[in-house]
Structure formats: structure tokens, C-alpha cells
């Protein structure tokens, strides 16, 4: 009995045991994680961060947009309820429903807003969704929906459908923007602008290129040569838009996009307590447009203030496109041309469904009015008074219509002969032929034009874009202006507030030597060289202590491809014993390497050095140590003779013989002459790198004269941090002297004006128009004998064209002035001739003093004007 018991528990056991095992075996974290986290990114990439290709919405936003077309009546709803009618189809919450819908509304493109929807400029928050109403625009009610080409699904519950992509026919994605993050994947497509983009779908259907850069509604400008059309890799770099309202005060008037006010206020007055700028204070006016004032201390720079905010604030910021869609049910890479194409198709392939869905539409309405008219005038109805069953009428009616069933474009079917059993008596009584004839010909007439566009389905889609431009774009021009930016060296614009200090004795040198010799001002990115007496020379970021060596005999700020600062040195070669001296310049080297700029041999050394800052050559008295037959022991040696070379050039020879001593005989003079500069049209600033256009040779107090298209002149520096405004008539420089000449036309007056004048040698803005705000300048002359065309428009338009000599037409007056009239007619336009040339005996013409009180006045003397069919013309 114990055997038979213990046989009937082991086999007890081995029924339990598998039971037991796959309760207890063990389970590998690795691959449920790998298969949970798949599914989970799959899910967040498709279903929440990333916008889909085919109407550039994330999940939400369509859901929002199919929502708000549900509850559309044409007034506004509370935001709340838009909410809570979305989470219909949306399974995350309240929370991520109003932030996108409000994202949305902040566009200014598909929702019209009512209420406080919050400030892009300050970065204020939407009011409460109770309080804040909206409803779909015009523009979203045009392009986005239609249900007959839209393709279903079932929401999250299955209690109601929701729209699997939304019909959209326009590069939405594009002109919105996005930016997600989901895991492992990011999205970032900048917006662009509306009237460009609507451009450029035009242009890919004409088969023409065209070219897409991004704009934002913060306006600012931005620099796209890397846009690299907007791919992974890429960068733009945007700024904020500074202008200078006095020698005190700046003003920043629109923001870098993805910058508010607070963040780059913020960002201003950190750089300030870093002692990176120097300002005043700041005050932020922004409202419904930008406006922070910087107010600065005296002595400071605008210009150079302008600089130092984009080089070390938030005013310039680089951002990197990652143009990442759905297409499919799948992320991929598109560059921003290939996007706009693909809108572009399927705009056209939508228009083209939609024309065939009307056709069908409009065919199946001339079939059924057909039958009905024959039903009726032929009085088929009649036949069927007999009939005593349903099948029988049927049948009859049937029979009845066989005589006309070839004029008819499709054959009938029972629903047809249903339809007609079901017209009233009433119906039938009061029919009108003529109404039913006219009706069916506007049938006709709509199909015939349905087949037309759909035989010329681009320019019927050329259109459709035509007129979406028209009626959409106004208020939509370019905000953010395209623009080269120049590489602004930090180093050189930051204010140098740290003082630089040197022990010379125990070879240090930085910030924090306070107690030891001043060197020079500096800031805490600068720079520092150093010379030593061995001839070896370094480059070193200044810091609060450091070791420089012993023997030092030149410290400063270093400043990088200064080309302008020249070292004269004198040096005794180890090897050969030979003294040459050499002048050079240090553009750049790298930091922390030890060069010299003897030929290296040891025991060489310095016998002679100097830094000038704007290659000045000292003359030396060289003075040699007695030897016998020394004819001449001493000579003064002029380094201006000496060429300046790069830093590794050995030098010349100054003499084979051992020297005794070499002093400063006489300090030099600059032997580099006027500085040179170029002005780039393309970033608006001026260089001595000769890129741009060549204006001038510039030493001492010479000022740069810069005319506007506004009408006014001004005197600048030629420092190379000066800004410049867009929309210059001339920039040249400035010459006392010279007499300009300048045609305008008077909005005060209503007539065209043309004066002579010299520029007053000032600092104040002087306007060479009258006060109107609609006064403009229309031309401007730098020749002394310059000459202008009018030709006559309006009612005298057939008058012959004018030309009128100016030196002959007015005197020279002072800028003040208002000149003197061209003409009384109406003006078509005012274009300037090739001038007369002046002779070298001609003497320069004197400015009229005693006309200089008479600004507003217009002299009346005799003038002669030649016209184009050889009349003559006095004016008195």
C-alpha cells in the first residue's frame, strides 16, 4: 500500500509541474520592453508630435478643425465648448486640446479669434477658455474642407467618425509651421510666407523653378545662405531688427522668431551684470507692436552697442530646421521644395475630383429633369390609370418612356420610374416647359465648362491659386527681411570693462593683479600677446592669473586679423651674431603655441621692439661696440624704408657687427597710409576687407554722406561698426564742397522741385525734402552739371518731354531750401540725362550766401528750357 501510494503522489506531481513551471519560468524584461517601446514611439510619431504630409496637421489640430467645422453656424464659440466637443475625438484631454487650439489661433491663418488669446511679442498667456471665443476663418472654410473628398474612420470609441486626413488645398504645413518631439524623432519646419508660397505652387505647375525661405509673423531678419531647404544639417540665423534713435538710445522694434520680450530682456541685462555691454536701463513698451528702448551711458557707442547685443544676447539666435512629416504611415526626411510640390499635385488632383464629383453631380440632375419632363409632357402619367398593381405601373411608365430612352444618357433603372411615380398631382399641374428647358441648358452650359477645366486642369488649378491670393492676402507681405549676416567677432563689440595687469618681475599677468602695472582695458573673452625678450611670442585667453614668463617686453589685448598693427623689431641672430630688423604684422596664430619671430637659434634676443597701432616707422640711431678698423660706429637707420612682411619672415640685415645700443631717435609717422573701405550692399555695413563696393580713402576727421530714399542726409563715421539703414540713394564720401543736385516731389505743394546744395559739415539728420510725410526724393546728382527729362503725363500726356539743365535752372542754395519748381503739369516721370562735362578751366561755382535765409522762396529769374521738338521755353 505505501509503494501504490507513493507511485499515485509522484504522478500527482508531474501533472502539477508543468502547471507550476510556466508559472514560475522565467521572463525576459529585454524583449517585452522592445516591443512595448516600439509600439508606444510608433504611437506618440503618428499619433501625436509629428504633422502628416497630406494636410500638414498633427492629429490634434485635425481634430480641432473637424470639430469646429461640426459646430460652425458662422458665430463665434466659446473656446470651452470647442474643447470639450473635440474631446469627441481626442483621447488625451482638455489640457492638450486648448494648448494646440490656441497654437492654432496664434498663427493667424485658419481660426478667427475673439477675446485675449494672448501676445506672441511678450509671450502672455491665452485668457481662460471660458472667456475666449473663436470660429473657423474664411480662408479655412475655402481650402480645408469638403466632405464628398474626404475619407473617414472611426474615432477612438466608435461612436463617431472623424476625418483620416482633411482636403486640403494649400502647403498648410509650410505656411503654418510646426515643431514636435517624439521619442527618438523631432520635427521642426518653419513657417513661410503666404503670398510666396502660393507664388511658388504657381511656378511648379508653369514647370519654373522657385525658391522658398522662411518668415515669421515676429518679424526680424534672417539669414538662409544654409537653409539648406530646411533638411537636417541645415541652419538659419535670425535677428532681431535695432534701430538708433539717438546717440543714447536704441530701440528694438521686432523680435528673432521663437523670442519673446521678457527672454531677450532677460538675456540683455545678463550680458550686462557679465559686463559684456554697458547700458543704462531698459524699458519694454511692447503692446500690439514691439518696442524695447536701451537706453546707454555717455561715451558709448550705438553702433557698437548694436553688435555686442547680437553677438552675446538672445537679439541673434541660430536655428536648425528638421523637416520631418508623415507620409503614410511612415516618418521621412523632405525637403521643403519637395513638400510644396507634393501640395501643389495634390491641390490639383483635389480640384480635378471635386470637378468630376460636380460633373457626375450635374449629370445625374439633367437625367432625373429629363425623365421628368418627358413623364410629363408626354402624359405618361395617363397610362397608368388602368393598372391595378404597383408591378404594373411600373411596367407602363417603363413601356411608356421606351420611345425616348435614346435621347437620355444612361439607361433607366426602377428607382428611376419610382421617383416619377412619387411627383404630385399639384407638381404636375403647375409644370413650366420653358423653366425645365431653361434649367436643363444651364446643366449643360455647367458641364461644358466642367469639361473644359477638366481638359485644362493647371490653368483651372492656376486659377484656383490666383484667386486665393486675391482674396486671402492682403495684410500677408514678407515680415522678416532677408538678409546676409556679417560674422560679428565677439571680442570686438563686448564693452571692456575688466582692467589687464602685469608683474613683470615674477612673470604673471590677468584681472585680478590689481596691485601690480596696468596694461590696458580688456573683457573676459578677450585675448592677450605676449612678446619676450628670447624673441618667443604667444596668444592666451585673459583670466584672473596667469603665467606669462619672465623677461616679458610687450603685453596687450590681442586683436585678430588686425592687419593695421605693426611690430618694428630688431633682433640678434644666436647662430651668426648678425642684427636684422623686420616689420611685421600677427593676423592670427593658435592659442597657447609658442612662435618666434627671430630665425630660433639660441641666445638670440631682442634688441629693439615696438608696437604700433597704426604702422607707425620710428627712426633708430644704431650705435656698435668699438672694434679695430671700424670705419663708421654709428648711423641713423629710418624703419619707414623697411617693408612690412608676415611674422615669419627673418627681416633684413642691419649689421654684421656686434651693436652696442639702439635708441629712438625720432618717433614715427603712420606709413600705411588712409584706411580703405568697401561697402557690402548685401549685409549693410562697411569693411576694409574689400568685399562690396570701393568708397574712399579715409584718414583722420573724413565722414561718410549717406542720402535716403527718405529724403534725408547724414554724416558718419567709418568705423566698421556702423549700421545702415536699406534704401539708400548715394553713399559715398563726404566732400565739403560738392555740390549735389536733387529732383523731389512736394506733397505739401503737389509739384516737383529740383535744388542745388552743399551738405552742412553735422551730426544732425538734414532733409533735403519738406516736412510732408508723402514728400519724396526722386533723384539726386552728384555731377555739377547734371541734367534731367520730364516727361508729361495725365491730361498732358502729349506735350514733348522737357530737359532741363540744372546749373542753368537754380543757383546753389543751402540744403535748406526748398529749391525751385520744374514744372506745372502733371509729371509722369522725372528721369536723369547723362551730364555735360566740366572742363578743367572751370572754376568750382560759389555757393550763393545771400540765398541761404531764403529757403522757401523760389528766385524768379529767367530760365531757359529746350524740348524734345526743338522749342524753346522761358520761365520767369
Known amino acids: 500500500m505505501e509503494e501504490k501510494e507513493i507511485l499515485q503522489e509522484e ?26 517601446f516600439l509600439d508606444y514611439a510608433s504611437y506618440v510619431i503618428l499619433e501625436r508630435a509629428v504633422p502628416h504630409l497630406y494636410d500638414g496637421l498633427k492629429p490634434v489640430q485635425r481634430r480641432i478643425m473637424h470639430a469646429m467645422k461640426r459646430l460652425d453656424d458662422g458665430r463665434y464659440n466659446k473656446v470651452a465648448n470647442i474643447i470639450g466637443y473635440t474631446m469627441q475625438y481626442h483621447p488625451h484631454g482638455d489640457a492638450s486640446i486648448g494648448g494646440a487650439l490656441v497654437q492654432l489661433g496664434q498663427k493667424e491663418l485658419l481660426i478667427d479669434m475673439q477675446g485675449n488669446w494672448g501676445n506672441i511679442y511678450t509671450g502672455d498667456n491665452a485668457a481662460a477658455p471660458r ?76 514647370n519654373e523653378d522657385f525658391e522658398l525661405y522662411p518668415d515669421f509673423l515676429t518679424g526680424g531678419f534672417i539669414d538662409v545662405s ?158 397608368i390609370r388602368k393598372c391595378e398593381t404597383w408591378e404594373a405601373v411600373i411596367e407602363t411608365i417603363d413601356t411608356g418612356l421606351d420611345p425616348f430612352k435614346a435621347q437620355l444618357k444612361r439607361a433607366i433603372n426602377r428607382d428611376d420610374i419610382v421617383r416619377l411615380t412619387e411627383i404630385k398631382i399639384k407638381r404636375i399641374s403647375k409644370y ?23 481638359a485644362h486642369i493647371v490653368d483651372f488649378t492656376v486659377d484656383y491659386y490666383t484667386d486665393i491670393k486675391k482674396r486671402f492676402s492682403k495684410g500677408r507681405e514678407r515680415r522678416t527681411e532677408i538678409r546676409n549676416f556679417e560674422e560679428i567677432i565677439a571680442s570686438k563689440v563686448v564693452v571692456r570693462n575688466e582692467k589687464l595687469y602685469v608683474n613683470y618681475e615674477e612673470g604673471f599677468a590677468g584681472m585680478s593683479l590689481k596691485k601690480d602695472e596696468f596694461v590696458a582695458n580688456c573683457s573676459d573673452i578677450d585675448d592677450i600677446i605676449v612678446f619676450r625678450k628670447d624673441g618667443t611670442y604667444f596668444i592666451t585667453p585673459v583670466t584672473g592669473k596667469f603665467y606669462i614668463g619672465k623677461k616679458v617686453i610687450h603685453i596687450d589685448v590681442f586683436k585678430k586679423n588686425d592687419t593695421r598693427t605693426i611690430y618694428n623689431a630688431v633682433y640678434r641672430d644666436g647662430a ?50 668699438p672694434r679695430p678698423r671700424l670705419k663708421k660706429r654709428s648711423w641713423e637707420e629710418d624703419l619707414k624704408e623697411l617693408a612690412i612682411k608676415g611674422r615669419a619672415s ?49 584718414s583722420g576727421d573724413d565722414k561718410i554722406l549717406v542720402v535716403t530714399k527718405d529724403g534725408d542726409a547724414v554724416l558718419t563715421s567709418y568705423e566698421l561698426t556702423n549700421h545702415y539703414k536699406q534704401g539708400m540713394f548715394l553713399f559715398k564720401k563726404y566732400d565739403e564742397k560738392e555740390i549735389l543736385t536733387a529732383v523731389f516731389y ?17 551730426d544732425k539728420i538734414m532733409s533735403i525734402t519738406d516736412e510732408h510725410p508723402d514728400s519724396k526724393l526722386i533723384s539726386i546728382s552728384t555731377h555739377k552739371k547734371a541734367r534731367f527729362k520730364i516727361i508729361f503725363g495725365g491730361e498732358n500726356s502729349n506735350r514733348a518731354n522737357e530737359t532741363v539743365d540744372a546749373w542753368e535752372f537754380i ?62 521755353i522761358l520761365d520767369l
Open 11 to 36: 504522478e500527482l506531481q508531474q501533472e502539477i509541474m508543468p502547471a507550476k513551471e510556466e508559472e514560475y519560468r522565467v521572463k525576459y524584461i529585454s524583449g517585452m520592453y522592445k516591443n512595448w
Open 131 to 206: 472667456y475666449i471665443e473663436a470660429r473657423l476663418s474664411k480662408f479655412a472654410l475655402a481650402v480645408v474642407f469638403n466632405p464628398k473628398t474626404t475619407n473617414w474612420k472611426q474615432s477612438y470609441d466608435g461612436r463617431n467618425k472623424e476625418p483620416i486626413n482633411l482636403p486640403v488645398k494649400f502647403p498648410l504645413l509650410l505656411a503654418q509651421g510646426v515643431e514636435g518631439i517624439a521619442v527618438g524623432l523631432a520635427s521642426k519646419i518653419m513657417p513661410h510666407n503666404f503670398i510666396e508660397l502660393i507664388d511658388a505652387c504657381v511656378n511648379h505647375l508653369r
Open 226 to 383: 544654409r537653409y539648406n531647404d530646411g533638411l537636417r544639417g541645415g541652419k538659419v540665423r535670425v535677428r532681431a531688427k535695432i534701430d538708433k534713435i539717438d546717440k543714447k538710445t536704441i530701440v528694438i522694434k521686432e523680435l528673432p522668431f521663437g523670442k519673446t520680450t521678457g527672454s531677450l530682456i532677460e538675456s540683455i541685462l545678463s550680458a550686462n551684470e557679465k559686463n559684456k555691454i554697458k547700458i543704462k536701463k531698459v524699458e519694454d513698451n511692447t503692446s500690439d507692436k514691439v518696442e524695447i528702448l536701451i537706453h546707454l551711458p555717455s561715451g558709448v557707442s550705438p553702433d557698437k552697442t548694436i553688435d555686442a547685443l547680437y553677438a552675446v544676447t538672445d537679439c541673434e539666435v541660430s536655428i536648425s530646421p528638421n523637416s520631418t512629416v508623415i507620409v503614410g504611415d511612415k516618418p521621412k526626411f523632405l525637403g521643403i521644395k519637395e513638400m510644396l510640390r507634393f501640395s501643389a499635385d495634390n491641390t490639383l488632383k483635389l480640384l480635378k475630383l471635386e470637378l468630376e464629383i460636380r460633373k457626375a453631380e450635374l449629370e445625374e440632375a439633367w437625367h432625373l429633369s429629363s425623365l421628368e419632363k418627358i413623364f410629363i409632357e408626354e402624359e405618361i402619367y395617363l397610362l
Open 432 to 454: 413650366d416647359a420653358f423653366k425645365a428647358t431653361d434649367y436643363l441648358k444651364s446643366i449643360e452650359e455647367e458641364i461644358k465648362k466642367i469639361k473644359y477645366h477638366l
Open 576 to 625: 651668426t651674431g648678425y642684427a636684422y630688423m623686420k616689420r611685421f604684422f600677427v593676423k592670427s596664430i593658435t592659442r597657447d603655441k609658442e612662435y618666434n619671430l627671430t630665425k630660433g637659434s639660441e641666445k638670440s634676443e631682442i634688441l629693439h621692439f615696438s608696437a604700433n597701432a597704426n604702422g607707425e616707422a620710428e627712426v633708430l640711431k644704431v650705435v656698435l661696440k
Open 650 to 698: 627673418q627681416g633684413n640685415i642691419l649689421s654684421k657687427y656686434r651693436i652696442h645700443r639702439i635708441t629712438v631717435k625720432e618717433e614715427g609717422i603712420s606709413t600705411l597710409g588712409g584706411r580703405k573701405i568697401w561697402f557690402d550692399s548685401t549685409v549693410l555695413k562697411i569693411n576694409d576687407a574689400q568685399r562690396g563696393e570701393f568708397v574712399g580713402e579715409f
Open 746 to 762: 512736394s506733397a505739401e505743394q503737389e509739384y516737383y522741385y529740383l535744388k542745388r546744395f552743399t551738405v552742412e559739415n553735422s
Open 811 to 872: 543757383s546753389v542754395k543751402s540744403y535748406k531750401a526748398r529749391g525751385k519748381r520744374l514744372t506745372t503739369y502733371q509729371v509722369e516721370e522725372i528721369i536723369e540725362l547723362e551730364p555735360v562735362e566740366v572742363t578743367a578751366e572751370e572754376v568750382a561755382e560759389p555757393v550763393n550766401e545771400e540765398l541761404f535765409e531764403e529757403q522757401n522762396n523760389e528766385p524768379e529769374f529767367e530760365v531757359v528750357r529746350n524740348t524734345d521738338d526743338g522749342q524753346v
